[in-house]
């Protein structure tokens, strides 16, 4: 039965996952599953792997990389009991060639015995601290996605997997920068601090209110444009490495890890064999 | 010209690895280039890569990564501005199926196309934030190494890679263990904070007094032995996995890099090109 977002906000992360899975829901995950770390998602084939993997290590705020599947197993087995990644997102973008081909609901029929998959930490985490802290967050309050910019920050090429950093930006008081600053720093698995704050020409981006991604967002009276790395990133070295298969999770449609938000480090203690 | 530890103390860390690369200084770094984070180090055939790279990801406490070499390039890029893992090191151990054959003190003859070069954050950096909160840490007090127990924590396994932890002991006054705890946890790159504190058997060290490596240490009166995750657990699951060549540091015999102990991230900016 399909459910909506209203009813799934008070539910466990295994009653979200499940009604992902079953199909029930294919919609965004903001807000669902609070207190559990959600990340986003790349599928390569093993041969792109290393060297993702070291462009992950490599940049690690843009890509901060919290789990990875054995070659062929489709369970994300340190990030939750029970997570089969080829139905427990709820919406898929297949890239072939590095373009962007469909979009999809299900991967089952596309799974392979060479693929690993990648989670990354995202936003949402450092964003939920952000509000904890009374500090406001305009593209939540107004119910929009943060804007986001292609700056002109190199990231550090890995083989094939190379680009420009992707930011995101948020408006923030002049006297809270630092403390955002200390907040966000405080979660290296999610973006960590910000990685510039002030002058937007600085890191290349020309018109602050016309982003690359994402909807516009005003910087408000008194505040600062700041800036983080952002999960997009990984996307455009996708892009470029041209892959023949790549899968990664629709902007906004992430994955519900079992993982608390506050764990020290993104790993399930293994199971226990009887 | 032969330099000693006490010529070196004083030295920049570029001095210090011109003295290694060079032959001149091939004893153990503990004190050298204070500031700058030093790592464990383990070279392994691109065969064996992804997985022990997925290793150190599931096991980020005992195997914090840090930097990650391309496949057959000896400099780490990452780490320093004239890094040559061949050199750079002051001794090695080399591994042939899993088996410790030989200890040298450059392995430019051993270098080959298909060798990746991982380097693993180690526990210096938070010992010297515990002295500096003036915590004593008796196995530096005494100039000893720090006692090291194989428990019986068992490590998220991938491909060959398994084992038990490896947990090194320090003792904390029990009214230290709150703010020793803090503390170790602010270096995720550093083993992080302690995997247990108190009772040994808990955690299967059946005599806390006899270390399985390293130097025997009191557990002092009114103080409680506190374990972290140490860096020779990845020795242990490289054992395991018998690999036909892997080549680590000699223990206390570290790579010194130019990123400072306090960096958000372990990464060198890319150098501009002209």
Redesign the interface.
């Given at each position: 039965m399909a459910k909506d977002h209203q009813t799934l906000r008070t539910g466990t992360v295994r009653d979200v996952r499940t009604a992902i899975r079953s199909g029930d829901y294919r919609s965004h995950t903001a807000g669902l599953g609070l207190g559990f770390l959600q990340t986003n998602l790349a599928i390569l084939p093993?041969d792109f792997?290393?060297d993702f993997?070291?462009y992950c290590?490599?940049?690690?705020?843009p890509c901060p990389?919290v789990?990875?599947s054995?070659?062929g197993d489709p369970m994300m087995r340190?990030l939750g009991r029970d997570i089969d990644i080829r139905t427990d997102v709820p919406a898929y973008n297949i890239y072939r060639d590095g373009r962007l081909a469909e979009t999809v609901t299900d991967i089952s029929a596309l799974w392979r015995d060479d693929l690993?998959a990648f989670a990354l930490g995202c936003s949402f985490t450092f964003e939920r601290a952000l509000i904890e802290a009374d500090i406001p967050v305009w593209h939540i309050e107004n119910d929009s996605t943060v804007p986001m910019f292609r700056s002109s920050i190199?990231t550090?090429?890995?083989?094939p997997f190379r680009g420009k950093m992707v930011v995101s930006m948020r408006s923030v008081a002049r006297d809270s920068v630092a403390a955002v600053t200390d907040i966000s720093?405080r979660f290296?698995l999610a973006h960590?601090?910000p990685v510039h704050a002030g002058d937007p020409a600085a890191i290349g981006i020309a018109e602050v209110t016309r982003p690359d991604w994402g909807d516009p967002a005003p910087v408000l009276p008194g505040h600062v444009p700041v800036f983080w790395a952002c999960g997009v990133t990984p996307q455009v070295a996708l892009e470029a490495a041209g892959a023949p298969l790549c899968i990664t999770h629709k902007p906004g449609h992430m994955l519900i890890t079992d993982i608390p938000e506050d764990a020290?480090?993104p790993?399930l203690?293994?199971e226990k064999t009887p």
């Open positions: 093993q792997a290393l993997m070291r290590q490599r940049n690690p705020k990389l789990g990875v054995d070659t340190t690993v190199d550090v090429p890995a083989g720093r290296p960590g601090a020290e480090v790993v203690p293994p």
